[in-house]
């Protein structure tokens, strides 16, 4: 009875152990070895030389060194490993990649010589594999992809942030595989996102410092993606041409083909878009390093500047977006003829009432320009039929055609100061103030990306975004070191509204931080605070806003443990001049839920850049609440990296 029970249970398991059986040798059931001994011999050559500790097999497996001092790859997807320990045992995966490379019977694009021809290259410059070993494959798929492309040189992409997308404030990098061809809109994109239809703000943020998300590499036809960001998110281009060789670039893109359908973890923070290119890049020349030179945050800002300073970077260029270029004929024309060239891009007016109004020849050509244009950004946004969009558009080129050329530069675009040149997107400052009438200093720790108050050039103006922005203080009436405020996540997004684009502005904030309430003493409150409105440009290039806002409060200083207002504020932006940035702004509070409080506060703040990486700020804080006043000053110097 007990035999009949074992053999029972064999043979119920039997079909599992089998499966893990296979997965531990790393081959497929009906595929065999077409030479074992060679084999054998190529991974013993490979320990002798140590191959699975070259940092070149770490590229091109993601590895990264824990706090243990052992490996583990990036990657999570089991498809790219031909070791089931492979992701964690370097040496293993090279093993069990080598046994791969000469299995037999299998299909076209099967082969891992097929699907990891980076490896293969890799491992035949070290080992001098002999090519009439392997077993003939066919790779139909990645053959005539490699040939499409033709890959001869490389560009780093940075699309700049999209000042009303949470997912985009930081901007984002790709890169460019270039061909022979001199157009670069018909060379390949490749690039790393997550996936993801989150729209709201809250959800991203928090799905995306989780990994939540999972990210995909992907290769698409770089005018897709010039497309998408360039002309319709009006996002300019940055593009930094790299120094790489052909048979560098070569390595890049078949590493790339190894990515295909891969998917990893996507961190909004550090294992996201920028950090993942640098794999690539690292590929193509293992001794860059790139991604131990890499902070524990890694945004796309930070990817261009590594790469910059390790010298891999040739040359720079500017792309400005579809939104720009409109921009720019907006700023040279007056109000009512703006609103002419709106009207036409609508079909409220005929184009050829332009002939007759009672300007100069110039200026009617840029209100035909200015109309044409927006017709073609709401084209490519699908807000009007293709032949709606073509009726209209040739109606307008008709009319214009008979006004003759302008002048070439009549629409020229300063480059903006380039991502490269910002400061870091860490910051540490320290302070000396007065509070209340009292002496303080403070240490303030921001470990990422850039506030209002920070110099703008190389960043998105309006835009501010901070993690774990922490404050601590000594003094100002207390005698011991204390924690002054803890904002957790804090963004806005100032977008300015004209004549054609109407975005809304709109903010979020949550942390700990200082508050003024009845007792007229200060308490370290939590808050979570969020409003939206319109701004504007001011008529020196700044930007003026005013936010209707909610601000919830909790703590046991409060009936219930909780309060919530109904709020108000208006601020003003101002770049003074190309290194001076002034501040101002007003923001009130009404508490009727929880306790009676009214509390108004008012700041100023004159930043003065002096390098890349250093500025000083001058900070005024006055604040009311019921019938008691508090006010603040201090100085502060800025070090960013």
């Not at 404030?169 to 022979?180: A, S």
């Not at 923070?269 to 860059?288: G, I, K, Q, T």
């Not at 440009?537 to 919830?552: A, N, Q």
Request: aromatic share 12%; hydrophobic share 35%; with cysteine.
């Amino acid at each position: 009875m007990i035999s009949i029970i074992l053999k029972s249970r064999f043979f119920f398991h039997f079909p599992r152990l089998l499966v893990l059986m296979t997965g531990l040798i790393g081959l497929p059931l009906p595929a065999l070895c077409a030479n074992p001994e060679y084999v054998s011999s190529l991974i013993r050559e490979a320990a002798r030389l140590k191959l699975y500790e070259d940092r070149g097999w770490r590229a091109l497996l993601h590895y990264g060194k824990n706090s243990t001092g052992s490996y583990r790859s990036k990657i999570d997807d089991s498809k790219f490993f031909n070791s089931p320990v492979g992701r964690i045992n370097p040496e293993a995966e090279l093993e069990a990649t080598l046994q791969s490379f000469f299995l037999v019977d299998l299909k076209d694009g099967q082969s891992s010589l097929c699907r990891f021809p980076g490896r293969f290259a890799w491992l035949d410059e070290h080992l001098h594999i002999d090519q009439s070993q392997l077993p003939s494959t066919v790779c139909s798929e990645r053959d005539s992809t490699f040939e499409a492309i033709g890959a001869q040189s490389a560009v780093l992409v940075f699309p700049v942030g999209h000042i009303n997308s949470p997912a985009s404030m930081f901007g984002h990098t790709l890169i460019r595989i270039d061909g022979k061809s001199r157009s670069r809109l018909i060379s390949y994109a490749v690039n790393y996102s997550a996936a993801n239809t989150d729209s709201n703000g809250l959800a991203y943020a928090w799905k995306g410092l989780t990994g939540m998300y999972k990210g995909f590499y992907s290769l698409m036809p770089y005018y897709d993606k010039v497309r998408e960001y360039n002309d319709l998110e009006h996002r300019d281009i940055w593009e930094y041409k790299l120094n790489l060789t052909a048979p560098e670039v070569k390595r890049m893109l078949e590493h790339i083909w190894e990515l295909q359908n891969i998917e990893s973890s996507y961190y909004f923070l550090d294992e996201n878009c920028s950090y993942n290119l640098m794999f690539l890049m690292e590929v193509a020349r293992p001794e860059l390093q790139l991604t131990e030179k890499a902070g524990y945050f890694v945004l796309p800002s930070d990817t261009v500047q590594i790469a910059m300073a390790n010298g891999i970077i040739g040359g720079v260029s500017y792309r400005p977006s579809q939104g720009t270029k409109i921009r720019k004929i907006i700023s040279l024309l007056k109000p009512d003829e703006q609103t002419i060239a709106y009207d036409i891009s609508f079909m409220a007016e005929d184009p050829s009432r332009v002939i007759s109004l009672p300007v100069s020849t110039i200026e009617k050509i840029k209100i035909l320009d200015l109309a044409a244009g927006f017709v073609q950004y709401r084209f490519g946004r699908k807000e009007i039929e293709k032949d709606v969009y073509s009726r209209l558009y040739l109606k307008i080129l008709s009319v214009r055609s008979g006004l003759g050329n302008a002048p070439e530069d009549i629409y020229t675009i300063t480059e903006p100061v380039s991502p490269d040149k910002g400061h870091g997107t860490t910051r540490i400052s320290s302070a000396i103030g007065v509070h209340r009438g009292t002496l303080f200093g403070e240490l303030n720790v921001r470990p990422e990306f850039h506030s209002l108050r920070d110099p703008d050039q190389g960043y998105l103006p309006g835009a501010q975004i901070k993690f774990l922005d922490t404050a601590l203080r000594y003094g100002g009436g207390s005698k011991n070191l204390y924690l002054n405020s803890l904002y957790i996540l804090d963004i806005i997004s100032i977008a300015p509204r004209d004549t054609f684009f109407k975005p809304v502005s709109w903010k979020i904030n949550t942390g700990f931080d200082k508050e003024l309430l009845h007792n007229r003493q200060e308490h370290l409150i939590y808050h979570l605070n969020s409003g939206g409105g319109f701004s504007y440009s001011t008529p020196f290039e700044g930007i003026y806003y005013l936010f209707g806002e909610l601000m919830i409060q909790a703590g046991h200083e409060f009936r219930a443990g909780i309060t919530a207002a109904p709020g108000l504020s208006v601020g003003m932006v101002e770049q003074l001049s190309s290194s001076t940035k002034l501040l101002l702004g007003v923001a009130g509070y009404w508490y009727r839920s929880g306790e009676d409080r009214t509390s108004v506060k008012a700041t100023v703040s004159l930043n003065q850049r002096l390098t890349q990486n250093n500025s000083l700020s001058l900070e005024a804080l006055h604040e009311y609440m019921n019938s008691t006043t508090l006010s603040e000053v201090s100085l502060r110097w800025n070090f960013y990296y």
